[in-house]
């Protein structure tokens, strides 16, 4: 129980510095320096006044020199990268720490994808390039199988992940643009799958594209019904792959286990 409060309470420590990624990468800002500041009058932020959760509550989301309202977006970044962090807790267990650490900057660096898509419709270099090679090198070495725990995930799934992911991604992009004659799928969906697939192997992959195509047509549709949407307006892709990508992280074996027969034998 101690292990689960002490990582919500790190997993927001994180998720505020996440929501200085999400503000800053996007417009070429250093995430290092300098302090946080408030988006309304510029005022650095105390650090009594930049406890994660808490301060915001007891601000009552107003700015403490200027009173401006601060965006609901913040508490909600620091909480949801709270959970995902106890999730990766519960789903992995404490056996080895160092995939635990692993699996928690994978989910912080989908938490920020997420954001800035939404924010800009760009996914950020800084992220998926480092963030690719990361992938295949720890993917090939410590880390398990999603889709059968047990296992490690081995440098041919990882790699054939990379292929997949990148290469399906590029051809859709190279084929949308030769028959929609627009950009259907940016650049940066395709180094972010290339990522993915690395880190969660071919099966991930599919499982991502197919659980991405999902949440995006649902809510996509949702989009058009109730705000008057237009269709084929551009909606970025990416966020709903970040949602694949942490569906197939914590539950890829369990909804395999629903589709395969019992007794089935799995192919590696
Ligand atoms: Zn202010």
């Known amino acids: ?7 919500f309470a790190l997993g927001a420590v994180i998720g505020s510095f996440l929501n200085v990624c999400i503000y800053r990468m996007p417009r070429g800002l250093s995430v290092v320096r300098p302090s946080s500041r408030c988006p309304s009058c510029g005022a650095p932020i105390k650090f009594y006044d930049n406890i994660p959760l808490l301060s915001y509550m007891m601000l ?5 020199t200027c009173r401006a309202k601060l965006s609901a977006r913040y ?7 709270a959970a995902l962090y106890v999730i990766v807790l519960n789903r992995s267990g404490f056996d080895s720490p160092l995939v635990l650490l692993v699996y928690c900057i994978f989910v912080s660096a989908l938490v ?10 760009i996914i950020p270099d800084v992220i998926t390039l480092p963030g690719i090679v990361l992938a295949v090198a720890l ?21 054939a992940g990379f292929l997949a992911g990148g290469g399906s991604f590029y051809l859709i992009a190279v084929l949308g643009k030769a028959i929609l004659k627009k950009d259907a ?10 990522m993915v697939g690395g880190l969660l192997g071919w099966k991930g992959v599919i499982l991502t594209t197919f659980m991405g195509s999902l949440f995006g047509s649902v809510i996509g549709v949702a989009l058009i019904l109730l705000k008057g949407r237009e269709w084929g307006s551009r909606i970025p892709f990416g966020p709903y792959l970040a949602v694949g990508a942490l ?18 034998i799995i192919l590696p």
Request: aromatic share 16%; hydrophobic share 45%.
């Open 139 to 159: 993917g090939s070495t410590i880390l398990p199988d999603p889709f059968f725990r047990t296992d490690l995930l081995g440098w041919k799934s990882s790699l």
């Open 112 to 121: 920020v994808i997420f954001f800035i898509d939404i924010d800009y419709q």
């Open 60 to 64: 009552m989301g107003r700015c403490r």
């Open 247 to 264: 569906t197939s992280l914590f539950w890829g074996q369990d909804i395999m286990m629903w589709y395969l027969p019992d007794g089935a």
């Open 185 to 194: 799928m940016g650049g940066g969906d395709i180094k972010m799958m290339a």
């Open 1 to 7: 129980m101690t292990l689960y409060i002490f990582t």
């Open 75 to 81: 508490p909600l970044v620091e909480f949801l990268n």
